[in-house]
């Protein structure tokens, strides 16, 4: 690990000022994600910015019936809280589907959001990844890919998003709260969050540097049956081969999205209408222009038969 200074943030605004000022910069908090990265020299900040003191580690009703979770409310409590486990079920099931306990008890909501994808090639700093290093090429095509996007890539990336509490989050319509270096504030659609790869791979959120998460606002409660299912090549702490975040309503509407297949999670609205025909003529909208490798072509089947089994868990 490289040299870094460290500095503890008194406000979100100064929090945000202070990584504007340095290119070389990161927010840290649980640190999941990021120290690992450090240690194989993946990310190399120069100075750490520690957010843990800014007390953004509430949920809150909001006025119009929802929640309101601070960016620093650990994985395990919010997956605990009484008011997610029964007004918001596929968030409480995605975050324990998420890691190991250990992790969870450090993870945070805003890092869980941010984090980097897992693609093998990414962390192997011997392999040319454009996601690392810009310009370099993409190992992965042409390679293993087997954990990889079927859809969504591009012929710079192919990686997926490694979050499970990412997935709920599409399906709910939540919504990100952000703090400027000069101390605006911005709401940001959580859909419009991730970006997808395209030429710049290694742009992956509509954040600027120095901008702060501060909280994610969940709407009013869609009701309904609401299921977390995912599929992994083990029993825990792997992540999703493939996932479905689903709310299921009495009269066979709802909403869909999905992990493990995409750069973001996965949600395409319009195939939401086909949720009263069934899981294939759902899947088959969801997965429209799909690209998969050989590696990977199995992922196309597994979203059918596990989204076919979600719905049918929804009518009980």
């Given at each position: 690990?490289?040299?870094?200074?460290?500095?503890?943030?008194?406000?979100?605004?100064?929090?945000?000022?202070?990584?504007?000022?340095?290119?070389?910069?990161?927010?840290?908090?649980?640190?999941?994600?990021?120290?690992d990265l450090m240690k194989l020299e993946i990310e190399?900040?120069?100075?750490?910015?520690?957010?843990?003191?800014?007390?953004?580690?509430?949920?809150?009703?909001?006025?119009?019936?929802?929640?309101?979770?601070?960016?620093?409310?650990?994985?395990?409590?919010?997956?605990?809280?009484?008011?997610?486990?029964?007004?918001?079920?596929?968030?409480?099931?995605?975050?324990?589907?998420?890691?190991?306990?250990?992790?969870?008890?450090?993870?945070?909501?805003?890092?869980?959001?941010?984090?980097?994808?897992?693609?093998?090639?990414?962390?192997?700093?011997?392999?040319?990844?454009?996601?690392?290093?810009?310009?370099?090429?993409?190992?992965?095509?042409?390679?293993?890919?087997?954990?990889?996007?079927?859809?969504?890539?591009?012929?710079?990336?192919?990686?997926?998003?490694?979050?499970?509490?990412?997935?709920?989050?599409?399906?709910?319509?939540?919504?990100?709260?952000?703090?400027?270096?000069?101390?605006?504030?911005?709401?940001?659609?959580?859909a419009d969050l991730h970006r997808l790869p395209g030429?710049?791979?290694?742009?992956?959120?509509?954040?600027?540097?120095?901008?702060?998460?501060?909280?994610?606002?969940?709407?009013?409660?869609?009701?309904?049956?609401?299921?977390?299912?995912?599929?992994?090549?083990?029993?825990?702490?792997?992540?999703?081969?493939?996932?479905?975040?689903?709310?299921?309503?009495?009269?066979?509407?709802?909403?869909?999205?999905?992990?493990?297949?995409?750069?973001?999670?996965?949600?395409?609205?319009?195939?939401?209408?086909?949720?009263p025909r069934g899981a294939k003529a759902v899947a088959?909208?969801?997965?429209?222009?799909?690209?998969?490798?050989?590696?990977?072509?199995?992922?196309?089947?597994?979203?059918?038969?596990?989204?076919?089994?979600?719905?049918?868990?929804?009518?009980?």
């Amino acid at each position: 690990m490289r040299p870094f200074t460290y500095e503890r943030a008194t406000s979100p605004a100064a929090a945000a000022a202070a990584v504007e000022r340095n290119p070389g910069a990161r927010f840290i908090a649980g640190g999941t994600n990021l120290l690992d990265l450090m240690k194989l020299e993946i990310e190399t900040p120069v100075q750490l910015v520690d957010v843990n003191g800014l007390k953004l580690d509430s949920v809150e009703p909001t006025p119009d019936g929802g929640l309101r979770i601070g960016a620093l409310v650990r994985n395990t409590d919010l997956a605990a809280d009484p008011r997610v486990r029964r007004d918001y079920g596929v968030l409480s099931r995605a975050l324990l589907a998420g890691a190991s306990g250990q992790l969870r008890n450090k993870a945070t909501t805003a890092g869980n959001l941010l984090q980097r994808t897992r693609c093998p090639y990414f962390y192997d700093t011997g392999q040319p990844c454009n996601k690392r290093q810009p310009g370099s090429g993409c190992a992965a095509i042409g390679g293993f890919s087997r954990q990889l996007a079927v859809i969504g890539g591009s012929d710079a990336c192919i990686a997926t998003h490694p979050s499970d509490m990412a997935v709920a989050m599409r399906a709910l319509d939540a919504t990100v709260e952000t703090v400027r270096p000069d101390g605006a504030v911005r709401t940001i659609p959580v859909a419009d969050l991730h970006r997808l790869p395209g030429d710049t791979p290694q742009i992956e959120t509509a954040l600027e540097h120095g901008e702060l998460i501060t909280a994610v606002a969940l709407p009013k409660p869609a009701g309904g049956a609401q299921i977390y299912r995912k599929v992994r090549d083990r029993a825990s702490y792997a992540f999703a081969l493939v996932s479905v975040a689903a709310i299921v309503q009495p009269d066979g509407s709802g909403r869909v999205a999905l992990g493990g297949v995409a750069p973001k999670p996965w949600r395409v609205e319009a195939a939401e209408a086909e949720m009263p025909r069934g899981a294939k003529a759902v899947a088959a909208r969801l997965l429209a222009g799909a690209k998969p490798t050989d590696d990977n072509a199995f992922k196309l089947p597994l979203v059918e038969r596990t989204l076919g089994a979600v719905l049918a868990e929804a009518k009980g």
